[in-house]
């Protein structure tokens, strides 16, 4: 009995293109491919051999199962498609851990890399562990993998699944069209560095929603090519908060449109709602929206920061052009600041400033002592229009006469 088990996982392996019937559904298991799930074995190899299979594979549905009460150990990994199947499913209810720093072999593009993977659902109740804090010590600087990649993977589904410790960014959404991301718990101390919870660029049609993020670095980031961003129900902290940007570094040409963010908790974050862009750069950041934000001790809630560059906030002057930012609504606002710069508003001086910006229904106050200090509001060059704000955003006024330059 047991070699013809042997048998039958050696025809699975060996064939790239089994046929298992439309309206049909296969699952492998990553056990019957070699894998031990004891933590310290490398099962690389079997996760490898498992894929192949996985990707091979014809029919309605196709799906590999990580086991629970077991640690996976994989190595950096390359998941490429396209597959035969439509539906590409890995149900993850156990452990999945990266090597430490000292033990990485391969890329340090990314430790588990999908491309060209369409209809790729990632789901389960188990965790995605990048080991990253032997990763951090290295600094900014250093060269370090995202943890889980995803290019050019239409039809994109994420669910269930908490993400821990990643090298640097957790989760990185490349290039995609179609993709819904949900039910996600993301963790890392709030002192690692540029561990975004998850990036987006050149994608469009994405919708996150009832997820908790709590990093070093943004909870969500949405960059250069991105359109129809959608995130709703989010909780965010510790962390930089929700940001557009940076956009138009190195001169670059980047454009973002059509965000709508809602119903989301800042607490404790660095930032809150935030847009920036790199003097010297071009394109534009258009028709956002933060609407029913509830802010828990933010350090800067409301902000739009054109002086953005080398990785810092409000640290370069303008440069000939700007990425131009104009139709951004922030509605419904309400919370407390750790600091008193509670709007901060920084536009550039080139190409008009920013342009259509809306602040309505903001009632922020300060949540450190003493109670003597004041809320202010930064604004320069900015356009547009202020309803029912606390603080009063005076530059947004009807009848606000702008200093003569």
Excluded at 37 to 53: E, H, I, V
Excluded at 138 to 165: F, I, M, S, V
Excluded at 333 to 344: K, M
Excluded at 371 to 377: D, E, F, G, N, P
Aim: glycine share 12%; net charge neutral; hydrophobic share 35%.
């Amino acid at each position: 009995m047991e070699a013809l088990v042997i048998f039958l996982i050696a025809l699975l392996i060996g064939s790239s293109h089994l046929d298992v019937g439309e309206g049909q559904s296969n699952t492998f298991n990553i056990v019957n491919f070699g894998a031990v799930g004891d933590g310290k074995t490398d099962d690389s190899g079997a996760f490898l051999k498992a894929w192949q299979a996985l990707c091979g594979t014809k029919g309605a549905t196709v799906t590999l199962e990580i086991p629970a009460s077991k640690t996976f150990l994989i190595s950096q990994s390359d998941l490429s498609g396209p597959c035969s199947s439509s539906s590409i499913q890995i149900k993850i209810l156990g452990n999945i851990v990266a090597p430490e720093a000292m033990a990485w072999k391969g890329s340090k593009e990314c430790w588990l890399c999908f491309r060209e993977v369409n209809g790729l659902f990632l789901y389960g109740s188990g965790q995605i562990n990048g080991n990253g804090a032997s990763w951090w010590t290295q600094g900014k600087g250093a060269e370090r993998p995202t943890a889980l990649h995803l290019h050019a993977c239409n039809n994109l589904k994420l669910d269930g699944l908490t993400h821990l410790n990643s090298q640097m960014n957790h989760i990185g959404v490349h290039h995609c069209n179609g993709v819904s991301i949900s039910n996600l718990h993301i963790y890392a101390p709030g002192d690692s560095p540029n561990t975004d919870g998850i990036d987006i660029s050149g994608s469009t049609q994405v919708y996150i929603s009832d997820c908790f993020i709590g990093t070093g670095d943004d909870c969500i980031a949405i960059k250069g090519g991105s359109s129809n961003i959608n995130i709703t129900k989010i909780t965010c902290g510790p962390g930089h908060g929700i940001s557009i940007g940076s956009l138009g570094e190195g001169g670059k040409n980047e454009n973002v449109e059509q965000v709508y963010v809602r119903d989301v908790i800042f607490n404790a974050t660095k930032n809150g709602a935030r847009i920036k862009t790199a003097p010297g750069g071009s394109g534009y950041a258009r028709t956002i929206s933060f609407e029913e934000i509830t802010l828990i001790n933010t350090r800067y809630p409301v902000e739009i920061d054109q002086r953005y560059c080398n990785g810092k906030a409000h640290t370069c002057s303008d440069k000939g052009q700007a990425v131009a930012v104009s139709d951004v609504t922030y509605r419904g606002i309400h919370g407390t600041s750790s600091d008193e710069q509670a709007i901060y508003l920084d536009c550039s001086s080139n190409s008009g400033g920013c342009t259509r910006i809306t602040i309505e229904n903001v009632n922020i106050t300060l949540s450190t002592f003493p109670l003597t200090k004041t809320l202010q509001v930064i604004c320069n060059n900015a356009h547009g229009k202020a309803i029912h704000t606390q603080p009063v955003v005076s530059c947004l006024l009807p009848g606000f006469k702008r200093p003569f330059i």
